[in-house]
């Protein structure tokens, strides 16, 4: 049997052979050329999925995904951050595409949506050449060398699989690659990091969960989670996990942020964090911003008591824009973001490391980060703080293919043990 695992290496040591015998030194950006030519870069969260559903009915037909998508007309919405002209532009070698499912989304109906979407970005792949369904580290190397873009698929929320174990596999045969253990708010099994708290981290069916992801080889994605959970999970999991889309809780005060002490557990584990560029995860002072916007919001309109223009839109709209004027939103930069990528390479380390940009599932983006092309700018801001190609490689996608691979061959140890069955939640009393 092939190791799953040589392939990727061969590509990241292969990065530290530029020819420079005679030669003046490359230009940060010229460097950051080089290293994507050799090995993908993979970010490990877009929410385009949703946002073809949510606007366009899930119709192909009525958007060009191959290009200018940023500048989609009214009433279609904001532009959107994705288009394969630009995924190009930005060196895009693999994509995870968020497949989320809104949580007000219950019962069978959240599975019938999942399936949706999961169909939803196969038939992307099949109505656009330059993309590629990929199911494991190989298929991303292979159609990276074809000069196509892998599309690999995420569940975003625990809540998807209806608490049912045949689902979460189902979830994997169809193509799903990672789950997000929970999303917003808190599963029957596990806490998210933005609820209060029901089960203080994981309960004994959320552990079976992992357990089994483990056994398909489906990645344990920890963004989202409470740190207790994060905690119990990695002590748990048998493969390396990922965050899809967090940043370092150390610089950014938000609990979907990862803390130091948890980057060093991940470190152990061998897992990635992939980092957001969500403006309110990468600036502190943008979060407290955000949160102060939210109160005054609050105090004008909240109904049906504390608002004081309650019943007054224009009257609240007005006050809301002085109230801004006052108080200008915090820019957030590129440089930002890679200050966090800089933190958890050096608690975590080089190894553990990744990009996940959470592109069409914020509503805003970082300047100079605001689009699937601006990539090569970010990792050429991270070359002028001295990062080798090595280290840039492992960034950018070469850490995540390490972890796919691990997980299939986690995976492979696993699979004769017999799949799960645990109940994950108090069965519904039946109709007398």
């Given at each position: 049997?092939k190791?799953?695992?040589?392939?990727?290496?061969?590509v990241?040591?292969?990065?530290?052979?530029?020819?420079?015998?005679?030669?003046?030194?490359?230009?940060?950006?010229?460097?950051?050329?080089h290293v994507?030519?050799?090995?993908?870069?993979?970010?490990?969260?877009?929410?385009?999925?949703?946002?073809?559903?949510?606007?366009f009915?899930?119709?192909?037909?009525?958007?060009?995904?191959?290009?200018?998508?940023?500048?989609?007309?009214?009433?279609?919405?904001?532009?959107?951050?994705?288009?394969?002209?630009?995924?190009?532009a930005?060196?895009?070698?693999?994509?995870?595409?968020?497949?989320w499912v809104?949580p007000a989304?219950?019962?069978?109906?959240?599975?019938?949506?999942?399936?949706e979407?999961?169909?939803?970005?196969k038939r992307?792949?099949?109505?656009?050449?330059e993309?590629?369904?990929?199911?494991?580290?190989?298929?991303?190397t292979?159609?990276?060398?074809?000069?196509?873009?892998?599309?690999?698929?995420?569940?975003?929320?625990?809540?998807?699989?209806?608490?049912s174990?045949?689902?979460?596999?189902t979830?994997?045969?169809?193509?799903?690659?990672?789950?997000?253990?929970?999303?917003?708010g808190?599963?029957?099994?596990?806490?998210?990091?933005?609820?209060?708290?029901r089960?203080?981290?994981?309960?004994?069916?959320?552990?079976?969960?992992?357990?089994?992801?483990?056994r398909?080889?489906?990645?344990?994605?920890?963004?989202?989670?409470?740190?207790?959970?994060?905690?119990?999970?990695?002590?748990?999991?048998?493969?390396?996990?990922?965050?899809?889309h967090?940043?370092?809780?150390?610089?950014?005060?938000?609990p979907?942020?990862?803390?130091?002490?948890?980057l060093?557990?991940?470190?152990?584990?061998?897992?990635?964090v992939?980092?957001?560029?969500?403006?309110?995860?990468?600036?502190?002072?943008?979060?407290?911003?955000d949160?102060?916007?939210?109160?005054?919001?609050?105090?004008?309109?909240?109904?049906?008591?504390?608002?004081?223009?309650?019943?007054?839109?224009?009257?609240?709209?007005?006050?809301?824009?002085?109230?801004?004027?006052?108080?200008?939103?915090?820019?957030v930069?590129?440089?930002?973001?890679a200050?966090?990528?800089?933190?958890?390479?050096?608690?975590?380390?080089?190894?553990?490391?990744?990009?996940?940009?959470?592109?069409?599932?914020?509503?805003?983006?970082?300047?100079?980060?605001?689009g699937?092309?601006?990539?090569?700018?970010?990792?050429?801001?991270l070359?002028?703080r001295?990062?080798?190609?090595?280290?840039?490689?492992?960034?950018?996608?070469?850490?995540?293919?390490?972890?796919?691979?691990?997980?299939q061959?986690?995976s492979?140890r696993?699979?004769?043990?017999?799949?799960?069955?645990?109940?994950?939640s108090?069965?519904?009393?039946?109709?007398?």
């Open positions: 049997m190791n799953p695992l040589s392939s990727v290496a061969l990241v040591l292969g990065l530290c052979a530029w020819p420079l015998t005679g030669q003046a030194a490359p230009s940060d950006l010229e460097r950051v050329r994507l030519e050799q090995t993908p870069l993979i970010d490990g969260h877009n929410d385009l999925p949703w946002e073809i559903r949510a606007r009915g899930g119709d192909l037909d009525r958007i060009d995904l191959s290009s200018g998508t940023e500048r989609l007309p009214a009433p279609d919405g904001p532009p959107l951050m994705t288009d394969i002209a630009r995924l190009k930005g060196g895009v070698g693999g994509q995870f595409w968020s497949v809104d989304f219950t019962g069978p109906q959240v599975v019938q949506v999942t399936l979407q999961i169909d939803l970005v992307m792949c099949a109505r656009y050449p993309l590629g369904m990929a199911y494991s580290a190989s298929d991303v292979r159609l990276h060398h074809e000069h196509r873009i892998a599309c690999l698929i995420g569940v975003e929320g625990g809540h998807q699989i209806n608490n174990l045949s689902v979460l596999r979830y994997y045969d169809a193509g799903a690659r990672y789950m997000t253990l929970t999303h917003s808190d599963t029957d099994w596990g806490d998210s990091a933005t609820d209060a708290p089960h203080h981290g994981l309960t004994a069916a959320g552990q079976t969960v992992v357990l089994e992801m483990n398909i080889g489906m990645l344990v994605d920890l963004s989202h989670v409470s740190e207790q959970t994060m905690r119990d999970a990695l002590k748990v999991t048998r493969a390396p996990v990922i965050y899809s967090s940043s370092a809780r150390a610089l950014t005060d938000h979907r942020n990862v803390p130091d002490a948890v060093r557990l991940v470190a152990q584990n061998g897992g990635v992939m980092v957001n560029f969500y403006p309110g995860y990468v600036s502190e002072a943008r979060r407290l911003w949160a102060e916007y939210a109160a005054e919001h609050a105090r004008l309109n909240t109904p049906p008591f504390g608002g004081l223009y309650i019943g007054q839109p224009e009257r609240a709209a007005q006050a809301l824009a002085e109230w801004e004027q006052a108080h200008p939103k915090p820019r930069t590129l440089a930002d973001v200050a966090h990528i800089q933190h958890v390479h050096d608690v975590a380390g080089a190894d553990h490391v990744g990009l996940g940009s959470d592109f069409d599932g914020i509503p805003e983006a970082p300047e100079g980060l605001d699937v092309d601006k990539y090569p700018a970010l990792l050429a801001e070359a002028h001295g990062w080798t190609d090595a280290d840039l490689a492992k960034l950018a996608g070469g850490n995540v293919l390490r972890v796919l691979a691990q997980a061959v986690v492979d696993l699979r004769s043990e017999p799949p799960a069955t645990a109940v994950l108090s069965p519904p009393v039946p109709a007398r």
